[in-house]
């Protein structure tokens, strides 16, 4: 009576596990995304072929695609669950939506997957404004409007994985720290404060799986639910580091 | 000797960015360069033989600083460039299959024709360059009377003919789209077009400058592969010598 909605979802039950498909049948319901499908098959975990199955694990959390929590595969392609519209995934495909885990990311279980590796990266170029807190420094230095402007998009940045995962240079053979942690690095080394640490980061930055892996396939900005600048970060990054290599070798 | 690879590779590590940068400049300047002047010296064959081996003269002028040129200004740097281009090459992991947008199939390219253009090239040194003469190669000689004639001759060697001048055309392609996407990348890696719009509009200009040196050098291999080399009888017997020679070292071999 009701439509159905088939769903193929790539599983692994912890790390060191292999995966498989498993295929899901959830009742349609207009406006549905994919997380309340994930929901529908969590309530009720029976296979297509009426075999008892488990929940699928999968990540959630804002549901308005600003936490970056549920990044995975949509049919094939990364992106959040809870923004993707099964209307219009059934629009481009009708038959079947499937759903795999990131395949940049070790997998935690079914579509979970463990992220350090972005965290790590934002480490390696100091992502952050050093302020102790312990004394009232007065009012910190002025920016433009127009600066605010150029900074505000890349804040917005919710370390989702996207760009990682479309990301050509980012595999087990390279050592590459990605778009995301490069516009981070960008937006510190031109926050007012922040600058004050330029030079470290652009050690992380001008270094090894630094901004010189960058193979400008551009998926990065193409894939980027924010759509935050990534390219031009990645461009300013490497005038930051043309500039900070010619003061290293001039100016020491 | 495990040790000394330890060395290189950290060695490669300390100074990666260096590496990198001078990967993207040596691609230029100067590779690029080079592939400019070579292409358009060669299409002067469609202007005259006499103004192709004038162009010729002009670079053989150089004498014995001619070998240490090459050497320094162009093998060092191919080699440099072709080596670490083959290592980006497999540190990358082409996905246009699941992201299929016009950057990822020129990121793809990119590599696919730095590839191809190595291989063209070392089978056109074989072919052109005297250093093809101890590998029964090298049909090209420089002198003027004989520049245009052998060149040509090597093109139309009986059944190779086609062949050779569809190798030429995929060699010339590939490296012309290598150069002028590599420009475009270079750009981006040295920070001087950091804007969408600014690397759309350089993205029009490459392309541009693509189409035109890859008509140059089209134009170049049709010159060479019509080219009547029995036009004149001196070049014609010329030809034949070299011919001789070959089948001779051949046989010896």
């Known amino acids: ?252 | 000797m495990a040790a000394e690879t330890a060395e290189k590779q950290s060695f490669a590590v300390r100074h990666h960015f260096l590496l990198r940068r001078l990967h993207s400049l040596s691609g230029i300047v100067p590779v690029g360069v080079f592939l400019i002047m070579h292409l358009t010296v060669n299409a002067s064959i469609n202007v005259g033989a006499d103004v192709f081996e004038e162009n010729v003269e002009r670079i053989h002028a150089l004498g014995p600083l001619l070998i240490p040129v090459e050497i320094v200004g162009i093998f060092i740097p191919i080699l440099f460039h072709a080596l670490l281009g083959f290592q980006i090459w497999f540190s990358g992991q082409p996905n246009t299959g699941a992201y299929s947008y016009g950057g990822n199939f020129r990121y793809m390219l990119q590599r696919v024709t730095g590839g191809i253009a190595f291989v063209f090239i070392l089978y056109h040194l074989w072919h052109m360059h005297w250093l093809g003469n101890s590998f029964g190669g090298g049909f090209f000689d420089h002198r003027p009377g004989a520049a245009a004639s052998t060149a040509a001759e090597a093109m139309q060697m009986s059944i190779w003919a086609i062949p050779v001048s569809v190798l030429y055309a995929i060699g010339v392609i590939a490296s012309v789209y290598h150069f002028s996407n590599g420009i475009w990348t270079s750009l981006i890696t040295w920070g001087i077009t950091v804007g969408p719009s600014s690397q759309r509009i350089a993205g029009y200009a490459c392309a541009m400058f693509g189409i035109v040196l890859g008509l140059v050098g089209l134009s170049s291999v049709r010159g060479f592969a019509k080219f009547d080399a029995n036009a004149t009888t001196e070049t014609a017997s010329h030809a034949d010598s070299v011919d001789s020679n070959e089948t001779l070292e051949t046989q010896a071999g």
């Open chain 1, 1 to 252: 009576m009701s439509r159905k909605i088939n769903v193929a979802i790539k599983r692994q039950y912890d790390q060191s596990s292999g995966s498989q498909w498993e295929k899901f049948s959830v009742d349609y319901e207009p406006g549905m995304n994919m997380t309340t499908v994930l929901q529908r098959i969590a309530a009720q975990p029976v296979t297509s072929e009426g075999k008892d199955s488990t929940p699928v694990a999968y990540d959630a959390c804002c549901l308005e695609e600003v936490c970056g929590a549920c990044s995975m595969l949509i049919n094939g392609k990364v992106r959040q669950a809870c923004s993707a519209l099964v209307d219009n995934l059934l629009e481009d495909k009708p038959d079947q939506i499937t759903l795999e885990p990131m395949s940049k990311f070790p997998v935690v279980r079914d579509l979970v997957v463990d992220r350090s590796f972005m965290y790590n990266a934002l480490k390696k170029v100091r992502a952050w404004v050093p302020v102790d807190g312990y004394f009232d420094r007065g009012a910190g230095p002025k920016m433009s409007p127009h600066e605010q402007e150029d900074m505000y998009p890349l804040t917005t940045c919710m370390t989702c994985g996207c760009c990682v995962e479309a990301c050509p240079q980012i595999n087990e053979r390279s050592n590459f720290i990605g778009p995301q942690a490069i516009s981070q690095g960008v937006l510190f080394n031109e926050h007012p404060v922040g600058k004050f640490e330029e030079d470290e980061r652009m050690e992380a930055l001008a270094g090894a799986g630094g901004i010189a892996d960058c193979g400008n396939a551009q998926n990065c900005v193409k894939v980027c639910p924010k759509n935050i600048p990534l390219t031009r970060s990645i461009a300013k990054a490497g005038k930051m580091a043309t500039k900070h290599a010619f003061k290293r070798f001039f100016g020491s």
